[in-house]
């Protein structure tokens, strides 16, 4: 435990998600089941038993929405000794620096890049501006963890494996890279 408090530890601001992906969230899944049950309510389709019966679902929803616009708030990139450690609203990934091929490594635009977007989410949250967690990104269906609220300007750090790859939005990525760089040159070389 008092060797895990001894490392070092570099926080990273990840760039804020846009205001639209909160509103999406809370239209798509607040509101807009309240509009379905006041419809019901007005034009007579439900009476007050079927609004009982219905409230339970209801309550059901606005909790999975609370719960996924506090998860939203969960992000952190952290450099942890020689570990880079990735929170995404409910998922993470620490990866040594060593598997990073930070050679490769680039700041790129999404529209641009088009083979690195992500395409079909395994595990993640995915919305308008935001996506967090694991997909499979666009070309050749490689596998990424992804952390992108700003698509104009994400850092891919490649992994040497050439499958695996993480996409990050942080506020300053050339601070990130500049930082991983220096945790490898730091680290003690391997025969």
């Not at 439900?46 to 219905?54: P, V």
């Not at 969960?74 to 620490?94: K, M, P, Q």
């Not at 680039?106 to 977007?117: M, P, Q, Y």
């Not at 990525?173 to 500049?178: A, R, V």
Request: proline share 6%; aromatic share 6%; hydrophobic share 50%.
């Amino acid at each position: 435990m008092q060797a895990r408090r001894s490392q070092s530890t570099r926080n990273f601001a990840v760039t804020p998600p846009p205001t639209y992906a909160t509103a999406f969230m809370v239209l798509a899944g607040g509101v807009l089941p309240l509009l379905i049950v006041a419809g019901l309510l007005w034009f007579r389709r439900m009476d007050q038993d079927g609004l009982l019966r219905f409230l339970p679902a209801l309550l059901i929803v606005v909790f999975v929405l609370g719960l996924s616009l506090l998860s939203m708030k969960r992000r952190s990139v952290a450099l942890v000794g020689h570990v880079l450690d990735v929170r995404a609203a409910l998922f993470r990934e620490r990866i040594p620096v060593a598997d990073f091929d930070l050679e490769r490594a680039r700041l790129v635009d999404l529209a641009e890049r088009t083979e690195l977007r992500p395409a079909v989410k395994t595990m993640g949250m995915s919305l308008p501006g935001f996506q967090a967690g694991r997909f499979r990104l666009r070309g050749k269906l490689a596998k990424a963890f992804c952390l992108i609220t700003d698509r104009q300007r994400v850092l891919w750090l490649p992994l040497h494996n050439s499958k695996d790859q993480l996409l990050l939005s942080v506020e300053r990525p050339q601070d990130l890279l500049d930082a991983l760089r220096a945790t490898l040159d730091a680290q003690p070389r391997r025969n």
